[in-house]
């Protein structure tokens, strides 16, 4: 007997069954594939946007770091910086070298680390210890040091260098025993080759820490604590890498050093202590007064540097010329033999020794 059912059997409908099943098989194809896309344009589209801040970052730590040793950093000089950058992370390195009597001498590499999160890290590859006689040294070079006319007489690398062979070429930084005027400097200095200026609150700080340091050591005594002797800290001397000023550049376009280049350093005083609105009409206004023509200055997006914003205090921009700029030290390179006579000037407080080559 033929199998019964109690459903007919009906062509017509099992073509609209396979046909319902094939058009939602197509439907589901069509919306794993457009989540798929979708999915993959909006990670596209974040990771595009991740690097476009990256770079902008790694562009404006670049920058940053130029900048930053236009205003600090005895003698150092930029010398390029690298990008490594792949698909969510990257990499700047921005080379510094010293001129050390025409010696270039590698000296420090400001190294950060980025990614597409917003993550921003400082990588240090430098090697920087000090001694117990308060000497300095990167990279196994002497680190030069400033010590301000404020403070007593001390010990100084006179007699260190006075031993070396005459032919070393040796790098050598000469504090005053006061301030003096580019004017004044220029012609006792000739071969100056970067200038220190003592920033705002830096002598006020130098009081607060002996201050500070002489009441701690009070408190011992009168506490009867009895301490090992310590090494004779002195709070005066200032590091050449942190200290302020500027670079006398040393090419034909600037015939009449240093007036040429610290007109320079103060009109990149002028254009950074401020933020772009205000620096714009700070130099438009001073264009104005020279008599210049300012109408077509523009300025590119920049942020307020803390560096130059510490000296334009301390200078008090828009008040100086640059004859009466008042420096308290310089920085010489040459031979022994050839800065030696220089160090004997009435107007030397303190010399300290810095990179030495022995040729």
Known sequence: ???????????????????????????IVFITISVIISVVLLLW??????????????????????????FTGANIQGNGSNYDHFFLAGTTKSHMYKDVNGHQVSWLTREHFYTIL??????????????????????NQRVIQFYPYTQPK??????????????????VAISFNKKLTLKEMAPQFPTAQWTWIIENGLLESIEERKKSEEEWTESQKEASVDFPEMPTTNFGLVNGDNAYGFQIID????????????????????????????????????MVERGEDASGLAL??????????????????GDVEVNS???????????????????????????????????
């Open 118 to 139: 917003g993550t921003k890290a400082a990588v240090y590859t430098d090697s920087v210890f000090h001694n117990s006689n308060n000497t300095i040294y990167r990279n």
């Open 154 to 171: 001390i010990e100084d690398d006179l007699a260190y260098l006075k031993s070396l062979p005459p032919y070393y070429s040796v790098e």
């Open 1 to 27: 007997m033929e199998k019964s059912s109690i459903f007919n059997e009906d062509q017509a409908f099992q073509n609209l069954v396979k046909n319902a099943k094939r058009k939602s098989f197509k439907r």
């Open 45 to 70: 589209g974040l990771i595009a946007t991740g690097q476009y801040f990256m770079y902008k970052e790694m562009d404006k730590q670049t920058t940053q770091n130029y900048l930053v040793n236009t």
């Open 251 to 286: 090419s034909p376009a600037y015939s009449d050093n240093p007036f040429q280049s610290a007109e320079q350093f103060l009109d990149q005083i002028d254009m950074y202590a401020y933020d772009e609105k205000e620096a714009l009409a700070f130099l438009k206004e001073k």
């Open 325 to 359: 700029l008042k420096v308290s030290g310089v920085v010489l390179t040459g031979t022994i033999e050839e800065v030696l006579p220089y160090l004997e000037n009435d107007i030397v407080h303190y010399v300290s020794a810095g990179v030495i080559l022995p040729y």
């Open 300 to 317: 590119h997006g920049h942020e307020k540097l803390h560096e130059a914003e510490v000296l334009k205090n301390t200078i008090g921009i």
